[in-house]
Each structure stands twice: as C-alpha cells, then as structure tokens.
C-alpha cells in the first residue's frame, strides 16, 4: 500500500544545530507539504512543494528550507535550530492541485530542541 | 487570510449518544473542506472531504455537512463507541484549491465514556 513515512520520530538537538526531518511518499503525489502542529496554535504550514524543483513558502517558514530533487522525497531542514523550533512536524501529500483530493498525512516527527 | 474555529474545544459524552461538532470558516470561497481525526501521537486520518458542490458527505456513522454561504461545516457522530475518542480536525485550502496548503482549526477533542 502506498504511504508517506517520516524519519526520524524522535529527534534531540541542541540549539544552533543544523537538523533534518524526512518524508518520503510512495503515493506518487506532485504536491508535498510540512507542517508543524504547536499546543494553541494548531497546525501550520511551512513549506510545500508543487513538483520536483520546485518549493513555496508558507505560513511559518522562517528559519526553515526545503528543497525537492525527487517525486518521492521533500526533506525539511533546520538551519540552525531553536528552541522556538520544538514541535511536531507533519509531512503530507496529496494529488490534485484542483483540490478535489484528500491529503495524505505521515505519523509526524518529535523534535526537542534544547 | 482565511481562519477557521471550531466548537467546542473539548467534548465529553456517554456512549450511545449521537454528538455534533462545530466548524466555521472566515472565506467562503473555499474548493472543499475536509475532517480528519487525530489520536494522541499520531498523524492525521482523513474522515471526509466535501467538495463545494456538495451538501453533505456520509462515512459509516459519520456525517459531514457544508454550508459555504454561512461559512460553516458540522460533523455529525451517530450512536458514539469509545473508539471514537479522538481530537477531531476542520480543514479547508489555505486559497484556491488547496495546493499551498491547508488552513487548520485547532480541533475539537473529544471523549466518549463507556
């Protein structure tokens, strides 16, 4: 079955570290997305990503890149990791840019930043 | 900037009990809206997704509503298991139709006591 997967699930690191979190999707999707889901805040976007090369902003993107060699894969890097930064990230996917598809979520990743 | 709000917040309920959720959205100009549940530590599992067009949207005991000139959704839960505990999630495209991302409301978290 298709699926997108996130690695790793739990992730410690210090402030100033460069991190990066992984999806990968099999689902063969064009349009990939992060978000971060904070207590109070719900979930926002960060960056997303229409097809390979290609990347946008979103909400929260500050402090965050990405970048996107391949269909399957759209890694999220911190550059240089801060305690503002400790959340839980979701990657997504979904088909359509006409909006009549569902997106696609992976089980999310845990970072601490300490 | 579209929002979205859901009430209530927090839902506790004897099982057996038929249950509505809340969702409203600020831009009516929306391709879709979509229900997902979230378990504690999990990522999102899509429920529903109605589109513009539609009414309403039926899974099993669920039933999603959509009325866009009054920028409101309703999730209707019939004769709620325990099984349904869960933080339940409104969503609709950030603009367009949905390709930047979705905008989330902060969820309703529900417990259903056996």
């Known amino acids: 079955d298709a699926e997108i997967t996130q690695s790793p699930r739990h992730k410690i690191t210090e402030t100033g570290r460069q991190v990066t979190l992984a999806c990968h999707q099999t689902?063969?999707?064009?349009?990939m997305f992060w978000y971060r889901q904070d207590l109070g805040h719900g979930l926002r976007l960060i960056h997303y990503?229409?097809?390979?090369?290609?990347?946008n902003k979103g909400e929260v993107s500050d402090g965050y890149s990405v970048s996107r060699s391949n269909t399957e894969d759209l890694p999220l890097t911190l550059e240089s990791a801060a305690s503002s930064q400790t959340s839980v990230y979701f990657c997504a996917s979904s088909e359509s840019i006409y909006g009549s598809e569902t997106q696609y979520f992976g089980p999310g990743t845990r970072l601490l930043v300490l | 900037k579209q929002e979205v709000t859901q009430i209530p917040a927090a839902l506790s309920v004897p099982e057996g009990e038929n249950l509505v959720l809340n969702c409203s959205f600020t831009d009516s100009a929306i391709y879709n809206l979509q229900w997902f549940r979230q378990d504690p530590g999990k990522g999102l599992t899509s429920l529903l997704l109605i589109q513009s067009s539609q009414r309403e949207q039926t899974s099993g005991r669920l039933n999603a509503s959509l009325d866009k000139s009054s920028g409101r959704s309703t999730l209707y839960i019939a004769a709620s298991q325990p099984g349904d505990s869960a933080t339940y999630l409104c969503?609709?495209?950030?603009?367009?139709?949905?390709?930047?991302?979705?905008?989330f409301g902060k969820g309703t978290h529900l417990i259903i006591q056996p």
């Open positions: 990503s229409y097809g390979v090369q290609d990347t």
């Open positions: 969503a609709v495209p950030s603009s367009g139709g949905g390709a930047d991302g979705l905008t």
């Open positions: 689902w063969n999707h064009n349009n």
